[in-house]
């Protein structure tokens, strides 16, 4: 089946366990208390980007530090082997749901980053001279997304709405996706920001289509879709109560500080991303709904996307939505 498979590769993420076993002890052994937030370099992950440089979490007293992975899934991996205590924004949502399959009550999520045509994150990018104007074009094309089975069965059930019938997608790390593309290897990638807006701004790409998620998978274009989590482990929050919340709220203040502060915060994906300082001005931000400001449309959204995983048999069970949330 589908879902084993899918599976098997999320806890094949070993080289990020690896790395986090050089760290030393589990989270929840560490006499430090030292909280580490697993994340993968994307714009939407900027709440954990300003929260460290803000000095947010240590102003609330906490020792806080972002673990970079190379895929949602070896985020999700560390999160199942007790070697971080959560996820940032941008994490994938559904690989989110796939671990808490594999690993029953893993998390809460305490945030989501919604995005659509307007709140722009998920995109179509194609070589700048690319002739293709639509993604119905890419048909018979080399097509390539992020690694993980969410950016892949997204990818193939744009082209599938577009037309194309049984769809081959490569996955690509996302720092690959624009030297692929400048280098002819791929005609055309799903990726997020800050991809589209870096290939624009070096002259080697350009965007074919933002919102691609909300529009043909959502079936609205003004849909929130909530591809993104930021979380914390099930056991974080039983073994350290007090630090677990203090944490949250300090995440909810990094938020706000985004939130009022747009402009100021785009800086701090330099270095968390690929994208330099000079450039990230012109990078698009995601939205952000913390786990209290979920209104009734925003919950039925984020489960039409879950059930889409559940339909493609990647999911082995319906998962509730609502039921993964973090309640104060």
């Not at 190379?70 to 070697?83: K, P, T, Y």
């Not at 274009?221 to 944490?247: C, E, H, M």
Request: glycine share 8%.
């Amino acid at each position: 089946m589908a879902s084993d498979l899918q599976r098997r590769r999320l806890l094949a993420g070993a080289s990020a366990a690896s790395a986090l076993a050089a760290m030393g002890a589990s989270p929840a052994a560490r006499a430090d208390d030292k909280i580490l937030i697993g994340y993968w370099p994307i714009a939407s992950g900027l709440p954990l980007y300003v929260g460290l440089e803000r000095g947010i979490f240590k102003e609330a007293g906490l020792n806080v530090e972002g673990v970079k992975f190379a895929s949602a899934q070896q985020v999700a991996e560390a999160m199942i082997s007790g070697r971080i205590h959560g996820s940032a924004n941008g994490t994938a949502s559904a690989v989110l749901g796939l671990a808490e399959i594999t690993s029953p009550n893993l998390f809460k999520i305490i945030c989501s980053n919604p995005s659509n045509k307007s709140l722009v994150l998920d995109e179509f990018v194609v070589p700048k001279d690319s002739p293709v104007k639509s993604i119905a074009e890419l048909a018979g094309k080399k097509v390539a997304s992020g690694p993980g089975i969410q950016n892949v069965t997204l990818a193939k059930i744009i082209l599938e709405k577009n037309g194309i019938a049984n769809p081959t997608v490569t996955e690509l790390p996302v720092g690959q996706h624009v030297p692929a593309l400048a280098a002819g290897q791929i005609d055309a990638v799903y990726t997020l920001e800050p991809t589209g807006t870096a290939g624009r701004l070096k002259g080697l790409a350009r965007v074919l289509e933002t919102g691609v998620i909300a529009k043909y998978v959502l079936g609205n274009a003004d849909a929130p879709w909530f591809g993104g989590s930021a979380s914390v482990t099930n056991s974080f929050i039983k073994d350290s109560p007090d630090l677990a919340k203090r944490y949250i709220a300090a995440y909810g203040k990094a938020v706000e500080w985004v939130r009022k502060q747009p402009e100021e915060s785009r800086k701090h994906m330099d270095g968390f991303t690929a994208i330099e300082e000079a450039l990230v001005k012109e990078v698009p931000l995601s939205g952000f709904t913390l786990y209290n400001e979920f209104s009734a449309s925003d919950l039925g959204y984020f489960q039409k996307f879950f059930d889409v995983f559940t339909e493609r048999k990647i999911f082995s069970r319906k998962l509730d939505v609502k039921s993964l949330l973090y309640t104060a």
